[in-house]
């Protein structure tokens, strides 16, 4: 069975940090292109990061990049996101995603990929 758990959420104050797991099973990670989304409570789903295979360039959201940083570990099968400098707009529920036609477009790709976890949540309180 194809499956993504994610891990690692919680409550931090603003300005902390939390570094999210996603560890896969029933497939390999690297073979994939991994991504996470988050969705706030009243919003739209919004793609967070996406790591394309081939070129292994990664994308961030513009309201991420230089806070979030994207990363796995193969060998783990897990894939990570490091979450720094958090602020209260952060807070949502983080989802990890694959795909194994793995292609990113860009930070929202991951919206569209087949496989998902089940969620974890980050409350960033100031």
């Known amino acids: 069975e194809v499956q993504l758990v994610e891990s690692g959420g919680g409550l931090v104050q603003t300005g902390g940090s939390l570094r999210l797991s996603c560890a896969a099973s029933g497939f390999t990670l690297e073979d994939y292109a991994i991504g996470w989304i988050r969705q706030a409570p009243g919003k739209e789903r919004e793609g967070v990061s996406c790591?394309?295979?081939?070129?292994?360039?990664?994308y961030y959201a513009d309201s991420v990049k230089g806070r979030f940083t994207m990363s796995s570990d193969y060998a783990k099968n897990t894939m990570y996101l490091q979450m720094d400098n958090l602020k209260s707009e952060d807070t949502a529920v983080y989802y990890c995603?694959?795909?194994?036609?793995?292609?990113?477009?860009?930070?929202?790709?991951?919206?569209?990929?087949?496989?998902w976890g089940q969620g974890t949540q980050v409350t960033v309180s100031s």
């Open positions: 995603a694959a795909d194994v036609v793995g292609l990113c477009f860009g930070s929202d790709s991951p919206i569209v990929f087949p496989t």
């Open positions: 790591l394309s295979l081939g070129n292994g360039r990664t």
